[in-house]
C-alpha cells in the first residue's frame, strides 16, 4: 500500500453582496439574506451612524405577515419589541369633500354569488333605497370602527371571512430587531460613511466601495439602501428617475409624534386637509403623525401649524421636514445595483406601501438571484415587474386625488382637472360603465381595494352585471340583511383593541 496525496477540493469563493445602508431597507435586506443565504454568499452591511434614517414608514398591509412568517418571527414577540399595534384598514376622512369618510379595510367586501362579484348585487340594492353603505358589509370595517381584534377563523359563522391584518410600528424598532436578528445569522456590519464608489473600466460595473478612513469593501452585487441619495443607483451609475409629481403633485411632508391616547384605535387614518393630507398611526407608546403637502399650495410655516393643530395628544418632538419627488428610478436593477426602499423610488405612504415596496422587492431579488454572472434578461425581467408593481400602486393613489367634489381649495380643483395615467383611466371607464374591475397579473391592490376607494370617492356605474337583476328582490334584501346581522354578531364577541394587546403583546413604555 502506497503513500497518496488525497485529491484536493475546490471551493468556489462566496458571491459577496454588500448592502449600502442601514435603516428599514437596510435590515430587512440583511434579515432576509441572513435567513435564505446561508452557503455560497458572504453578506455585508455598510452604514454611518452619523446618517440618519426617513424613519416615517410606520403603518403596513397585510403582505409584512408573509415577511414575517418567512424569518420565523414569533408575532406576539415583534409586537411588544416595535410598540407595534394591529391595523384593519385605512380610513380617509374629508377627501370627497369635507365632513365625509369612508374606509379602505382589508379583506373581503360582502361575499359573491356564482360568477357575480357581491358590489353588483349591492348596486342593485342601493338603486332601490335598500342598501346600507358598502362599509357596512366588511368584518374589518365593522371591526375596526368598533375597536376590536381578534385572529383566526371566526367565531360565529363559517361564511364570514378570516380577518386580515397588519400593524403599526416603530420603523427604527424595527429596524434594530432585524439587525440583531442577520447578525445573530452571519451578516457582518461595517460601520463608516461611504465616501465614493469604484467601477470597473470595461463593463461599468460597481467593484468596491469606498469609506472614509480610506477603507474599500469589495463586492460581486451591490444593494442601494441609502435612502433618497441613491449614492450607487443615481450619483455613481446615473440611471435616471421618472418624476410623477405632475400627477402627485405633494412633494413635502412634515412628521411629529404626540403622545398617544386611548383607546388605541387599529386602523390608520388620513385625512385630507387643504394643500394635502395628514397620517395619523397609533402605537402602544405614542402616535405618530405626519402632513403630506404641496409646496405650491401652502407654505412650509402654514404646514407645521396645520400639523400642529391636528394632534390627539402633546407634541414629543418638532416636526421633521422631508423633501421628495414621486416617481421611480428608469432602472431599478442597473449593472450589478439593485435600489431598495427610498434608492428605488418615492410614493407618498396614502395606502402604506413603502415598506411593502421593500418587501416585494427582496423577494424579486431572491428569485432572480444571480451568481457571479448577471443575465440581461434576469436584469430586464426584474425591471419589468418592478416597473409593473409601481405603476399600478401609482394609479391607486392618483385615484384618490383625481376623483374629489371638493371646491374649497385650488389644490383639490387643480387635482380634479389634472390629466391621469391610460391605465388608470381605463380602469375608471370600466367602472363607470358596468362597475366592472379587473385585476391585472400580480397588481397589488385587489378588486375589493379599488372598489372601497372607487366608492369611498365618489365614483358611481352607470350599469351593473345584468345576472344580478336576476334575482327577486326581496331576496337581495334578506341576503344583505343577512350578511350585517352576521358581522354585527361576530364583532360583538371579539375583544376590544386594547384588551387584546394587553393580554398578548403589550411592550413596556419608554
Not at 444593494?223 to 443615481?234: A, K, P, T, V
Not at 412650509?300 to 419627488?325: I, Q, S
Not at 371607464?429 to 376607494?453: K, M, P
Amino acid at each position: 500500500m502506497s503513500d497518496s496525496v488525497p485529491p484536493q477540493t475546490c471551493v468556489a469563493e462566496p458571491v459577496r453582496i454588500v448592502i449600502v445602508g442601514g435603516g428599514t431597507a437596510g435590515w430587512m435586506v440583511g434579515a432576509a439574506f441572513g435567513r435564505f443565504l446561508e452557503t455560497g454568499y458572504e453578506i455585508t452591511l455598510v452604514e454611518s451612524d452619523e446618517i440618519g434614517t426617513v424613519g416615517v414608514g410606520e403603518a403596513t398591509i397585510p403582505q409584512i405577515n408573509l415577511f414575517n412568517a418567512a424569518l420565523d418571527l414569533d408575532e406576539n414577540a415583534f409586537l411588544r419589541a416595535t410598540q407595534g399595534t394591529f391595523k384593519l384598514g385605512i380610513e380617509f376622512v374629508d377627501w370627497l369633500r369635507p365632513g365625509h369618510r369612508y374606509m379602505h379595510a382589508f379583506g373581503a367586501v360582502g361575499r359573491d354569488v356564482g360568477l357575480v362579484a357581491f358590489h353588483h348585487y349591492w348596486l342593485r340594492a342601493r338603486a332601490l333605497g335598500q342598501a346600507d353603505a358598502l362599509g357596512r358589509y366588511a368584518l374589518n370595517e365593522a371591526a375596526a370602527y368598533a375597536g376590536r381584534m381578534q385572529r383566526g377563523s371566526p367565531r360565529t359563522s363559517k361564511t364570514l371571512p378570516e380577518m386580515p391584518y397588519a400593524f403599526h410600528f416603530d420603523a427604527g424598532l424595527y429596524a434594530a430587531m432585524l439587525r440583531r436578528y442577520a447578525e445573530a445569522r452571519g451578516v457582518t456590519r461595517v460601520e463608516g460613511r461611504i465616501a465614493s464608489a469604484e467601477r470597473d473600466p470595461y463593463s461599468g460595473d460597481v467593484t468596491a466601495v469606498r469609506l472614509d478612513g480610506d477603507r474599500r469593501i469589495e463586492g460581486d452585487l451591490f444593494i442601494d439602501c441609502s435612502g433618497f441619495r441613491g449614492l450607487l443607483i443615481e450619483q455613481t451609475l446615473q440611471t435616471g428617475y421618472e418624476d410623477w409629481s405632475h400627477w402627485l403633485p405633494c412633494d413635502r411632508a412634515l412628521a411629529a409624534p404626540c403622545a398617544s391616547v386611548s383607546p388605541v384605535t387599529p386602523y390608520t387614518r388620513a385625512t385630507a386637509r387643504s394643500a394635502g393630507w395628514q397620517w395619523r398611526i397609533p402605537l402602544q407608546h405614542r402616535t405618530g403623525n405626519g402632513l403630506v403637502y404641496c409646496s405650491a399650495h401652502i407654505s412650509d410655516d402654514e404646514a407645521a401649524a396645520t400639523l400642529l393643530a391636528h394632534l390627539d395628544g402633546e407634541v414629543l418632538a418638532d416636526p421633521r421636514p422631508l423633501r421628495f419627488r414621486t416617481g421611480k428610478r428608469r432602472r431599478i436593477w442597473n449593472h450589478n445595483v439593485i435600489a431598495v426602499g427610498l434608492a428605488s423610488g418615492f410614493m407618498e405612504p396614502l395606502e402604506s406601501t413603502s415598506i411593502h415596496l421593500i418587501q416585494s422587492a427582496i423577494s424579486r431579488i431572491l428569485k432572480m438571484l444571480p451568481g457571479r454572472r448577471i443575465a440581461r434578461a434576469d436584469v430586464a425581467e426584474f425591471n419589468r415587474q418592478s416597473d409593473f408593481e409601481y405603476e399600478r400602486i401609482r394609479d391607486f393613489l392618483i385615484l384618490h386625488y383625481k376623483a374629489n367634489a371638493r371646491t374649497d381649495s385650488a389644490f383639490w380643483r387643480d387635482c380634479q382637472a389634472m390629466s391621469i395615467p391610460e391605465t388608470l383611466q381605463h380602469k375608471l371607464d370600466l367602472f363607470r360603465a358596468n362597475g366592472h374591475i379587473f385585476r391585472e397579473h400580480e397588481e397589488l391592490f385587489t378588486e375589493v381595494g379599488w372598489l372601497q376607494v372607487l366608492i369611498g370617492q365618489g365614483v358611481s356605474p352607470a350599469g351593473r352585471h345584468p345576472l344580478a337583476d336576476q334575482i327577486p328582490e326581496a331576496d337581495i334584501v334578506e341576503f344583505l340583511k343577512i350578511r350585517t346581522q352576521l358581522i354585527e354578531r361576530e364583532v360583538e364577541q371579539m375583544p376590544l383593541h386594547d384588551r387584546f394587546i394587553a393580554d398578548h403583546c403589550a411592550a413596556g413604555r419608554s
